[in-house]
């Protein structure tokens, strides 16, 4: 008989398999994964993991002794080469040929990499994967300054993490802000605020431009200036990976090209996650998410639709960033705003944005304030009075009423 394959091994790929079984398909499931590990949590790694505050095992999507439970052939260790639509067929390394009755892609993305002078230095990372937190961990132990190149989520988070551990920490950054591409002015200022009050030494408008050093890095070179350090981490964003799926003849821009079933553009191969470009009606328009959610809701979509169901699937994203003490929780996109309502006080690291358009709420990012998350989620779309959501005697609650 032949069976579901699933081709990645990321929260999408879990997912899909565990609500195969949820949706009692007794079937064969494979899943595919070309690195060492079942399935995890990928954005662990630069928060927990890399702290040190969670294990390894603790990393995992579900235990390992799941997969056998459930009866879920999980194979690590094991790349695919080439999907064959026409035979539906998958190779595994070069020589191994498995038969699917349906296909799910999952296979993520990966770091964009600087193909600069001294980039092959020893010393300088990138943070993907467990192995990849594994080397950045032992580095930081025997290392007195870091330079991370990118300040986005990801960068910060290891900012925050390396500058507690008694590291220096430096942040360049190629834009004007930090944060710029995902977020407002006022939310950049709180956080540029924030990382340089707790040492961090945050340098924008700030290209790199190659490393030196002799065997290992040295320094970060940023046209007429050089800034000293001896461990580099890289975060300047990721790329989808949409190569196999290409080769394979499937619609792909801004990565796999799907519908709202999580269907690609071959009746029978779906597509889940970060790799995904989808529609969502609820937002008006298609869009490619890098996010724990997105790739959550997408698998168990695609699980019911591959055995007969007709499931749409429409969301509004969130989002989450643990530095120091504060997590920031995030619904929708901020630039979807035309007007901004803060309620509580930015001093006290704990206060929540709400963005307006046209008087109803498209997002709110949420600084140690869980409540207002929460019923944000519930307010999407919603006409509110601005007055009502700056006040903080007022409960937000009776908005849902």
């Not at 094991?78 to 699917?100: C, F, H, M, W």
């Not at 340098?203 to 002799?214: I, L, M, P, V, W």
């Not at 619904?331 to 007007?339: I, K, L, Q, R, Y």
């Not at 309502?341 to 304030?369: Q, T």
Request: net charge negative; proline share 3%.
């Amino acid at each position: 008989m032949s069976a579901i394959v699933v081709i990645g091994a990321g929260h999408a790929a879990g997912q899909t398999a565990a609500s195969l079984r949820q949706e009692n398909y007794e079937g064969e499931i494979v899943i595919l994964g070309d690195e060492p590990h079942p399935p995890y949590q990928r954005p662990q790694l630069s928060k927990k993991y890399l702290s040190g505050d969670i294990t390894l095992e603790q990393v995992y999507l579900r235990p390992e002794k799941f997969y056998g439970d459930n009866n879920i052939n999980l194979r690590t260790n094991s790349p695919v080469t080439n999907i064959d639509p026409l035979s539906k067929a998958v190779t595994v390394g070069n020589t191994e040929t498995i038969i699917y009755e349906k296909l799910l892609i999952a296979t993520g993305s990966r770091p964009r990499k600087l193909d600069l002078n001294g980039s092959d230095l020893k010393g300088i990372y990138y943070l993907r994967s467990i192995s990849d937190v594994d080397l950045i961990s032992t580095a930081m132990k025997s290392a007195a300054s870091v330079c991370i190149v990118g300040g986005g989520y990801l960068g910060l988070e290891v900012a925050a993490i390396a500058v507690t551990s008694g590291l220096q920490v430096t942040v360049l950054e190629t834009e004007e802000r930090i944060l710029q591409r995902v977020t407002t002015a006022e939310m950049s200022a709180f956080y540029h605020e924030l990382h340089t009050s707790r040492g961090v030494k945050i340098h924008t408008q700030t290209a790199c431009s190659g490393f030196e050093g002799e065997k290992q890095v040295e320094r970060v070179l940023c046209g007429d200036r050089s800034f000293d350090a001896d461990l580099i981490i890289i975060g300047i964003g990721i790329l989808p990976n949409t190569e196999l799926a290409a080769e394979s003849g499937l619609a792909c821009e801004n990565g796999i090209v799907v519908d709202d079933h999580c269907l690609t553009s071959d009746p029978n191969i779906f597509a889940a996650g970060d790799c995904t470009n989808h529609p969502n009606p609820l937002l008006g328009r298609r869009l490619r998410l890098e996010s724990v959610q997105n790739a959550m809701d997408q698998a168990r979509t695609a699980a019911a639709n591959m055995l007969g169901g007709d499931i749409s699937y429409a969301a509004i994203p969130w989002f989450w960033s643990d530095q120091y003490e504060l997590k920031l929780q995030m619904v929708g996109f901020s630039s979807d705003g035309a007007t901004q309502v803060l309620r509580g006080n930015k001093s006290d690291n704990a206060f929540a944005v709400f963005y307006l358009d046209g008087g109803a709420v498209v997002a709110v990012d949420a600084v140690n304030s869980p409540r207002e998350f929460m019923v944000a989620r519930q307010l999407y779309g919603r006409q509110v009075d601005a007055s009502q959501l700056a006040d903080t005697q007022f409960n937000l609650k009776d908005l849902l009423i």
